[in-house]
């Protein structure tokens, strides 16, 4: 639904008031007026990842912090557990590399143009860009842009070479049309409950693998037994 909304009103351009609005020209084709064409870099500061040294053991694995990689963000709007996470030691080698929560990453290098939000501090390796944002109400409007400039990030990024590699200056300098603030907070009041009720949901689907996780081999193991317990067997229909 926050899709088909975005849609509708920043590609079709039929948002609130839309009729009183006449368009004009830009470099990016024609747009409403009072909107603009700006750069990635002007919602944000756009940080590139980079991998804490692999001779230092000592960085990785104990829960400290996620560090994202792309197969992480895969069908996940929100990043909500990594493969591997940085001890308190690896993220502090680089501590200007720490992403707060609701920046936006982007995988930039070999399968670009995947698209996440990050729910907790976080840091990335160096094939994802994300954006810190400046102001959090165009946390959803951004998510959309970035997911439908895929193609142009392909294109970009482009070397001849096997693995497109778009860099850090490139991607800040992608240019997208940008709605009046007016519009891009009606958006934001819309549809925030929704991406945070995906957000939950989401969360709620890990706790869930987890406990089952836990469980599913002292039931089988004979360590759980069930044979007294009182449930409840019913056919709900």
Same mark, same amino acid.
């Given at each position: 639904?926050a899709q088909?909304?975005?849609?509708?009103?920043?590609?079709?351009?039929?948002?609130?008031?839309?009729?009183?609005?006449?368009?004009v020209k830009?470099?990016l084709?024609?747009?409403?007026?009072?909107?603009?064409?700006?750069?990635?870099?002007?919602?944000?500061?756009?940080?590139?990842?980079?991998?804490?040294?692999?001779?230092k053991?000592?960085?990785?694995?104990?829960n400290?912090?996620?560090f994202?990689?792309?197969?992480?963000?895969?069908?996940n709007?929100?990043?909500?557990q990594?493969?591997e996470?940085?001890?308190?030691?690896?993220?502090?080698?680089?501590?200007?590399?720490?992403?707060?929560?609701?920046?936006?990453?982007?995988?930039c290098?070999?399968?670009?143009?995947?698209?996440?939000?990050?729910s907790?501090?976080?840091?990335?390796?160096?094939q994802i860009?994300?954006?810190?944002?400046? *102001?959090? !109400? &165009?946390?959803? @409007?951004?998510y959309?842009t970035?997911?439908?400039?895929r =193609?142009? #990030?392909?294109?970009?990024?482009?070397?001849?070479?096997?693995?497109? *590699?778009? !860099? &850090?200056?490139? @991607?800040?300098?992608l240019?997208?049309?940008?709605?009046? =603030?007016? #519009?891009?907070?009606?958006?934001?009041?819309?549809?925030?409950?929704?991406?945070? !009720?995906?957000?939950?949901?989401?969360m709620k689907?890990?706790?869930?693998?987890?406990t089952?996780?836990?469980l599913?081999?002292?039931?089988?193991?004979?360590?759980?037994?069930v044979?007294?317990?009182?449930?409840n067997?019913?056919?709900?229909?």
């Amino acid at each position: 639904m926050a899709q088909a909304i975005y849609r509708e009103w920043f590609v079709n351009f039929r948002f609130p008031g839309h009729e009183k609005v006449k368009m004009v020209k830009s470099e990016l084709g024609m747009i409403p007026e009072g909107w603009e064409v700006k750069r990635i870099s002007d919602f944000g500061e756009v940080v590139t990842g980079k991998t804490p040294s692999k001779k230092k053991p000592e960085y990785y694995n104990d829960n400290y912090m996620p560090f994202i990689k792309t197969p992480d963000m895969h069908d996940n709007m929100f990043v909500l557990q990594t493969g591997e996470c940085l001890s308190q030691e690896g993220a502090f080698s680089q501590k200007n590399k720490t992403l707060p929560s609701d920046s936006i990453c982007v995988s930039c290098i070999g399968t670009v143009g995947i698209v996440s939000i990050i729910s907790h501090p976080s840091q990335t390796n160096q094939q994802i860009n994300s954006i810190v944002l400046k *102001n959090k !109400n &165009k946390r959803e @409007f951004l998510y959309f842009t970035l997911k439908d400039l895929r =193609e142009t #990030i392909k294109k970009y990024g482009s070397t001849g070479a096997t693995m497109t *590699n778009l !860099n &850090k200056g490139k @991607f800040e300098n992608l240019k997208i049309i940008c709605p009046d =603030e007016s #519009i891009i907070n009606s958006y934001h009041d819309k549809v925030r409950a929704m991406f945070d !009720n995906i957000r939950t949901l989401l969360m709620k689907n890990n706790n869930l693998r987890k406990t089952r996780d836990l469980l599913l081999p002292k039931l089988i193991s004979g360590e759980i037994d069930v044979e007294r317990m009182d449930i409840n067997t019913e056919v709900i229909r």
